[in-house]
C-alpha cells in the first residue's frame, strides 16, 4: 500500500478475450502479487460492449467471485479510456483493465527512508526512448570493434 514517504509508478494493463474465456487464473496470480506486496490493485474492470455498441464497464468489486477485489475501483479510467477499450474489441469479445501501483521495490524504499534518505526523483522510461537509447548503445560498441 503506498505511504506518505513512497509510492511506486502506477501504470495499468488491459487484456481482450473472447466471450467464453476464464480469467480466473490471471485473477488469483493478481492476488498473489498483492498478498506478497509486489503490487497494488487501484482499479480492476471488465469491460464488453452491449447489443447497442455502448461500452459497459463492470467494476470488478461488483462481479460475483471476486471477493478478493473488493474496493478495487478508483474511477480512475474515464469515459474516454473505457471507449478506446470498447472499441478496440471484437464483437462479443470482453477486456480486462488493470490499473495498479507496482510495489516492489517498497521494501528497499522503506530501509532507504529509515537510513534518511528521501525520495527525490522517481518516474518511467518510454519504452520508445529506452530502444532509441539501446539501439545507440549498439551502434557505439560496432564502432569499437574492428570488422
Do not use: C, H
Not at 517498497?106 to 532507504?112: F, G, K, N, Q, V
Amino acid at each position: 500500500m503506498a505511504n506518505d514517504a513512497f509510492a511506486g509508478p502506477v501504470d495499468y494493463l488491459v487484456f481482450a478475450f473472447p466471450t467464453e474465456a476464464s480469467v480466473s487464473a490471471g485473477l488469483a496470480a493478481v492476488l498473489r502479487r498483492v498478498d506478497e506486496g509486489i503490487i497494488e490493485v487501484l482499479d480492476l474492470e471488465l469491460i464488453r460492449v452491449d447489443d447497442t455498441g455502448a461500452p459497459v464497464r463492470q467494476p470488478a468489486d461488483q462481479l460475483p467471485g471476486l471477493d478478493g477485489f473488493a474496493g478495487a475501483y478508483s474511477g480512475i479510467l474515464d469515459a474516454e479510456d473505457v471507449q478506446r477499450v470498447a472499441d478496440a474489441l471484437e464483437p462479443g469479445a470482453f477486456a480486462v483493465a488493470l490499473v495498479y501501483e507496482d510495489r516492489s521495490l517498497a521494501p528497499a524504499a522503506d530501509s532507504w527512508i529509515k537510513a534518511g534518505g528521501t525520495e527525490l526523483f522517481a518516474g518511467g522510461v518510454d519504452i520508445i526512448d529506452l530502444a532509441d537509447a539501446l539501439d545507440a548503445t549498439d551502434a557505439l560498441d560496432l564502432e569499437g570493434t574492428d570488422r
